[in-house]
């Protein structure tokens, strides 16, 4: 299983941004997909979920009501539209997905076995 993360950048506050994630190697559709974000010094955090339909998506206290989760099953790729981005949102991205095919509601980097590379967002003022 591969995941290829793309479309970061460098953008000023309050700009936008779009991230792709790309899957190969398994039945795409099957799987949750998520996206993190880790910066320096900090931990990984979770950003947003989206579960196998699409139907249902998640977010992170902090990107609540400024990012969309979104996927297109057929293109097997996952997306994170970013908006009102802030200095705080710099970070690298990792998109990810669990090892089971199933929905899943809590969200945790434990919880997601394959891991995209990385794409980093800075965000200046």
């Known amino acids: 299983v591969q995941l290829q993360a793309s479309g970061g950048g460098l953008v000023q506050a309050g700009g936008s941004l779009r991230l792709s994630c790309t899957a190969s190697?398994?039945?795409?559709?099957?799987?949750?997909m998520g996206w993190f974000r880790q910066a320096p010094g900090k931990e990984r955090e979770f950003v947003a979920a989206?579960?196998?339909?699409?139907?249902?998506?998640y977010y992170g206290d902090s990107v609540k009501g400024r990012f969309t989760i979104s996927r297109d099953n057929g293109k097997e790729t996952a997306y994170l539209q970013m908006n009102s981005l802030r200095p705080e949102d710099t970070a690298v991205y990792y998109c990810?997905?669990?090892?089971?095919?199933?929905?899943?509601?809590?969200?945790?980097?434990?919880?997601?076995?394959?891991w995209g590379q990385g794409t980093q967002v800075t965000v200046s003022s």
């Open positions: 990810a997905s669990p090892g089971v095919p199933r929905d899943i509601t809590t969200f945790t980097v434990e919880g997601f076995t394959y």
């Open positions: 190697g398994r039945t795409f559709k099957n799987y949750i």
């Open positions: 989206i579960s196998r339909s699409g139907r249902h998506t």
